[in-house]
């Protein structure tokens, strides 16, 4: 007969062994790889962000003279690749957008001009404006309609802005140090920010502002000595580059996301761009000699714990009919 007591002893025991199984398993082989492909005439494309839709936004080649090549943002949505045009008829590239379609960037006003950041919704294009200098930048929209980026400030120098209610905000540097660099290129629904500034000892690292815009230094991959962050999601998981590499930031820890592909991969990930809600990254990489825009998508791989369960759940069945 099968007492309580035993009840008891036969759930804590598959408790314990769900609690400390070791989860090493969770990364082999967890993504798959979609070609995204160009924009009518080109024959280069980088992709930039993703919504929670898979909407994918970048930019591509779209006609090639003897002297020039013209990029023009781009929207990537099943399966087809949309042109999204430009300010005034010249460049333009798309680096962000939210789970409402509102998409950021930036885009030249004449040929040698300079660049200013854009939103667009709904096929409108509009600049937002400067810091006080000559050019901006958009790179990260959340869903509240802010957007991150960053733009000259008059003194030579770039630095990381949050536009919110029409408003552009200065971000601080790592090295507190107004004479330097930094640039701002993702923000989540919370408000956090990722990007990256000059550090103390000059090197550029992947940094993240909290809401509070306090300033936190990422790190790097190995023993390289420079990194940038150009995604997060809702989750805090962020993404960027590391000297040529790119990676995945989570729970405190930097991953090279190439050693994430499956096993004979013949892609060469250099950089990774945004993340959204499902985990799924875009970025650029190079395959068959070729750069090309890339669409990670994880994998379901259960978790240890819940395949030990289902099994420690067969054989208590097993035993309840036995006694």
């Known amino acids: 007969m099968f007492t309580k007591r035993k009840q008891l002893v036969f759930l804590s025991l598959a408790i314990l062994l769900s609690t400390c199984l070791p989860s090493v398993f969770v990364y082999a082989a967890e993504y798959e790889i979609t070609d995204l492909g160009t924009l009518s005439g080109g024959n280069t494309s980088v992709a930039t962000g993703i919504n929670n839709s898979g909407q994918v936004v970048g930019y591509s080649a779209t006609r090639l003279d003897s002297y020039f090549s013209y ?8 399966g087809i690749m949309k042109d999204l045009g430009t300010l005034a008829d010249y460049e333009s ?7 409402s379609g509102q998409v950021t960037g930036m885009s030249s006003m004449d040929i040698r001009g300079p660049l200013y950041a854009f939103s667009w919704e709904n096929g409108t294009m509009r600049g937002l404006g400067t810091l006080g200098g000559n050019s901006s930048f958009g790179t990260g929209i959340n869903d509240s309609g802010q957007v991150v980026g960053y733009s000259n400030i008059g003194n030579g120098y770039i630095h990381a802005f949050l536009q919110k209610n029409y408003t552009m905000i200065e971000l601080s540097t790592l090295s507190n140090n107004n004479d330097t660099h930094s640039e701002a290129w993702g923000i ?14 000059n090197e550029l690292h992947a940094c993240l502002w909290e809401e509070n815009r306090t300033i936190r230094d990422l790190g790097t991959l190995g023993d390289n000595n420079d990194s940038q962050a150009y995604g997060i999601n809702d989750s805090g998981q962020v993404v960027g580059v590391s000297d040529g590499h790119a990676f995945l930031w989570e729970n405190g820890e930097m991953k090279d996301l190439n050693g994430l592909l499956p096993v004979g991969s013949a892609w060469s990930l250099h950089q990774a761009n945004k993340i959204n809600g499902l985990g799924q990254i875009v970025g650029s990489g190079v395959i068959n000699g070729q750069t090309h825009a890339f669409l990670m998508t994880p994998n379901v791989v259960p978790e240890p714990s ?18």
């Not at 989540?188 to 920010?193: D, L």
């Not at 420690?312 to 006694?323: E, N, S, T």
């Open 71 to 78: 990029n023009h943002a781009f929207l990537w949505e099943n």
């Open 93 to 99: 590239w798309a680096k962000g957008i939210n789970n």
């Open 188 to 201: 989540n629904n919370s408000g956090q920010i990722v990007g990256f500034s000059r550090a103390a000892n």
């Open 306 to 323: 819940t395949i030990l369960m289902f099994l420690v759940g067969i054989f208590g069945c097993f035993w309840f009919k036995r006694k």
